[in-house]
């Protein structure tokens, strides 16, 4: 079972920064991409942001273009997401997702974990 646990969520003064970190139990085979995606209440979930491994190809939602940095940890089954600048409207629950084979897993498994809650104010 891949568990994905992430940190670093809270409570932030607008302008502020926040770090998530997201770490895998699992140890990924293949990795196909790592991204943090965010829900608020009453909206639907969106992708803040993408590290797609075999293209090497970074995506932003243009909310968070310049003040959000996604990266890959020195151990490869960490993902952080630096958030600077932040803005009330960044105020929701933040989910690491990623995607790689596993022991016994595929390629295109999807492996979520249980979210961070972020308030900006």
């Known amino acids: 079972h891949v568990q994905l646990v992430e940190s670093g969520g809270g409570s932030a003064q607008a302008g502020g920064a926040l770090r998530l970190t997201c770490t895998s139990s699992?140890?990924?085979?293949?990795?196909?991409?790592m991204a943090w995606f965010r829900q608020a209440p009453g909206k639907e979930r969106e992708e803040v942001a993408g590290?797609?491994?075999?293209?090497?190809?970074?995506n932003y939602a243009d909310s968070v273009k310049d003040r959000f940095t996604i990266s890959q940890g020195n151990a490869k089954n960490t993902v952080y997401l630096q958030m600077n600048s932040l803005k009330p409207e960044d105020s929701a629950m933040y989910y690491c997702?990623?995607?790689?084979?596993?022991?016994?897993?595929?390629?295109?498994?999807?492996?979520w974990g249980q979210g961070t809650q972020v308030t900006v104010s």
């Open positions: 997702i990623i995607a790689g084979r596993t022991d016994g897993g595929t390629w295109f498994d999807k492996h």
């Open positions: 699992a140890y990924f085979y293949e990795m196909n991409c």
């Open positions: 590290l797609y491994l075999e293209s090497g190809r970074i």
